[in-house]
């Protein structure tokens, strides 16, 4: 920041019915409180220098050659302005639109946690069904080793894979 656009805070004291006219012109003009105080202070100095400057004007202090500085300074103050005002403007969209991003992702976020608490019950269900199956195991193993000792009749050739098929399907094993 250059020297003339270098920030500086102000500390005044003022009667409390000040203050509170202060706050109504504030709230009646829809700003916010610094916003506000800049522009009450802002909006008094020109007056004052304004008014200045029509008292040079009307007791003849103030040449032609002074009247034209003036018109260059409220050209910058004017254009000045304008620039303030796009940027505000500019400033208020990006506000919307950060808002409705923000409420988008708020949305999604809600939605996420949905799937995430269905997928914590989905995994729990699955934990559940797997320490079944785990225990179901080591019956499993122990019936597998005795067909050894059960003699089993010969089956024709090419019946063999349907059957080790069948001993071993999913619901054979969830049956048992």
């Known amino acids: ?40 202070l802002g909006s008094g100095l020109g007056y004052l220098q304004g008014e200045k400057t029509l008292k040079a004007i009307e007791s003849g202090a103030m040449t032609a050659q002074d009247l034209h500085k003036l018109v260059p300074r409220m050209m910058e103050t004017e254009s000045r302005l304008a620039v303030l ?29 949905g799937v995430v608490h269905r997928l914590r019950e989905e995994i729990a269900a699955l934990k559940a069904e797997n320490a079944q199956l785990r225990r179901q195991l080591p019956a499993q193993e122990t019936s597998s080793q005795s067909p050894a000792a059960t003699p089993q009749p010969r089956v024709q050739a090419g019946l063999g894979w349907l059957r080790l098929f069948r001993r071993n399907s999913p619901k054979e094993m969830s049956g048992k």
């Open 85 to 113: 005002r796009f940027r505000a403007f500019e400033l208020e969209r990006s506000n919307q639109n950060w808002e409705l991003s923000t409420g988008a992702i708020q949305n999604e976020r809600m939605g996420l946690r």
């Open 1 to 40: 920041m250059d020297a003339q656009n270098e920030v500086v805070t102000f500390e005044i004291t003022v009667a409390s019915a000040t203050a509170r006219e202060v706050e109504r012109v504030i709230a009646e003009n829809g700003w916010e409180r610094t916003e506000g105080l800049c522009l009450i």
